[in-house]
């Protein structure tokens, strides 16, 4: 067993693997559960200043990053054969969601080419079958970072490297619900106390109390996941 294979393209490749080295995903890359080859995209420019972008086309501010370089550091990581999704980090994809996360981590790993500049020539996207994908409403200065955030969100899921952590389906999103919120001693802090329900040792009122925080917080928060939630049948909503 190979393990999940990640392929990251970048013009910063020293970013890698950076906080996926240590701890569990760390540990995780040690062992060989996962794999990750990052990339610098310079090698495949064919000037001695090794020129990446250039201006857009139709004129603008910034610069946009080659079709042909970028196809070249793609055919070296991602032959034609290669069974891999192939993700773009840009803020003008799809946003990221746990289902996407757990399919990701279902397959056999994944190649990500991290935007920069004002983006890439979206030639590049239609030849080589970029799937566009933002982390969220905001703009980073590259993709990298929001490539770390996609890695640490599947490398989790890989089999054996939460084990015991694994809280499974009662974490946020898995449910499509926001988490309740947690304690844990001191029973008594600052002058409060923890919610008494938690110490009183009855599982279900524990289960119902918890349930019920994850509705309240999801309502206030999250509208948005509130009725996604609500519209489901409650079959198809998770047990609890
Ligand atoms: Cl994937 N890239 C950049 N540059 N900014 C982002 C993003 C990605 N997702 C949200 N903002």
Known sequence: MTGFRASVLTI???MFPGPLGISLAGRALQSGTWSLEATQIRDFATDKHRTVDDTPAGGGPGMVMRPDVLARA???????DDTRPRLLMTPRGRPLTQPRVRELAGGPGVVILCGRFEGVDHRIVERRGLAEVSIGDYVL?????AALVVLDAVVRLLPGVMGNHTSGDTESHEAGLLEHPQYTRPALFEGEEIPPVLTSGDHAKVALWRKTEALKVTRERRPDLWEAYSRRGPGERDPG
């Open 12 to 14: 910063y490749p020293e």
């Open 141 to 145: 200065s590259g993709g990298e970072v």
């Open 74 to 80: 793609i055919d070296a990581v991602s032959p034609a």
